[in-house]
Structure formats: C-alpha cells, structure tokens
C-alpha cells in the first residue's frame, strides 16, 4: 500500500495552475522562500555531492540517489533536486499542495513522485528507506517536533543523511522572524509561527540522536536587510539547518 498519488480533475486544473502560480511567484507571497532558496539549494547540494563522493561538475550530479522531501508544499525544493537527476518522493498532508505541485511539475516536464500523506503513513505503509530526507521548515509546524524528527531519521537508509532546516526558538528569531517578517514586512501572513512551537537546535539535535543519526553539522542562514540576500552563517539564532547520517 502506498499513499496517496492525486489525478488532476481537469475541472480543477485552473485552479490549481492559478495557485502553482502563486507559490512560483518569485515577486508574490511566497518571495521569501524564493529569496532563501538559492543559498538553501546550494547547500543541500554540495553536502550531499561531497557526502556521496558524486561528479561536481555534472549537471546531474544527484542521478541515482532516492530522496524524500517531506511536507514540500508546492514543490520549490523538490523539483530543482529532480533537475539534479534525483529520484524524488515528494509528500505532504495537504492536497491542495499537491496538486498544485503535480500541476507545475507537468508544465515544466519534471518527474517527481508527489503523493498526499503523512511520514507517519510513509512507515506504516513499509517505505522503502531513502538514500536523502529532506525535513525542511516543517518541524515547527507538528504538533510533536522530537517525534517527527526521529521518524523521519527512520527512513534515512544505512550510509544516508538527513537534513533538518527550521527557525530557532531565541528572541531575535521572534523579533526578526515573526515579529519582523509577519507584522512589519509583512512577508508572511500574521501567525505563520508560533513562538512556542519553534524548534532549537539542541532540540532537533537529540531527536535526530534519538534516532540512530550522527551529527555533522549545524550552520546558520542570515539575512543582510541592505542586498535583501540570504547567504550561509555561523549565526543560528533565528534559521539553521542540521546535517545528519546513518552509519553504514
């Protein structure tokens, strides 16, 4: 049994394209991500090409690696992996998201497994393990953070890595990135983040432990408010991204 893989309703495929659209909209209300994925791309690329002694200078350097993006909401992370020749599985608990991504995916002639469901579903349904799970900005969004890190650790494979990207739970993370970002700049819509659901890094650290994953690396992403740029950091106090394994 697998989850759930979506047909498009050509009586809703306006509706969907429309909302592809929105998430795709480099100048709409998803400009943040836009603005954070370069530098967020970059990374999870050279760590996974250096992790896997792959070909740098290929313009697929990730063929024959199986990743799972986990709530991937409309696709941004998901299909620029697939252009690096990825195997990608790509979920997330709402359908909408889904279908929106499926949509933009069949417009730019991308092959990504999307399907709608849960990680919880993913191991009860027997997933095959994965050579790269992608958990990125959605622990602060689940209702038991410890838990869902360490079972989407559980789907990491032998000699595999996971990466963990979230919003620190510090007051210059709720002064820059709730405070700043959705009541004065207005990038997000007011209550994206809840303060008390926010994730250190400490915290997402020993759940990912708890997991049977060893640590590599913890780096921060800052932004500079002069070039509007994201660029990586040693600054974790508001984002921060975790890099684990699993031994062979």
């Known amino acids: 049994m697998t989850l759930k893989s979506p047909s498009i ?15 795709w909209d480099p100048k709409g209300k998803f400009k943040p991500l836009h603005k954070f994925n370069p530098v967020r791309l970059a990374f999870l690329r050279d760590k996974i090409v250096s992790h896997f002694n792959l070909n740098n200078t290929s313009h697929t350097p990730l ?21 690096l020749g990825a195997k990608m599985t790509s979920v997330d608990a ?23 469901g849960t990680v919880e579903e993913l191991i009860e349904n027997g997933e095959p393990p994965f050579d790269v799970v992608l958990n990125l900005e959605v622990i602060e969004h689940v209702a038991d953070p410890h838990q869902f ?3 989407t650790a559980s789907l990491v494979k032998p000699g595999g890595m996971i990466f963990v990207a979230s919003i620190n739970r510090t007051s210059k993370a709720f002064a820059l990135a709730i405070v700043g970002a ?10 994206t983040h809840e303060f008390h ?6 915290e997402a650290k020993q759940a990912l432990k708890a997991g049977g994953i ?28 975790c890099v684990g394994t699993r031994s062979e």
């Open 197 to 202: 659901k926010l994730v250190k890094p400490t």
């Open 94 to 116: 709402g359908e909408a998201n889904i279908k929106t991504a499926m949509t933009h995916a069949q417009e730019t002639g991308v092959k990504i497994d999307y399907r709608v």
């Open 214 to 241: 060893s640590i590599q690396e913890t780096t921060g992403v800052s932004y500079n408010p002069l070039s509007g740029e994201w660029s990586l950091s040693s600054d974790t106090m508001v984002n921060y991204m």
């Open 149 to 151: 890190i360490k079972d």
């Open 9 to 23: 309703d050509e009586n809703e495929i306006e509706k969907f394209r429309a909302m592809a659209s929105e998430w």
């Open 63 to 83: 063929e024959g690696l199986r990743i799972l993006d986990i709530g991937c909401g409309g696709g941004l992370v998901s299909e620029p992996i697939a252009r």
């Open 182 to 191: 959705e009541y004065i700049m207005g990038w997000l819509p007011k209550g």
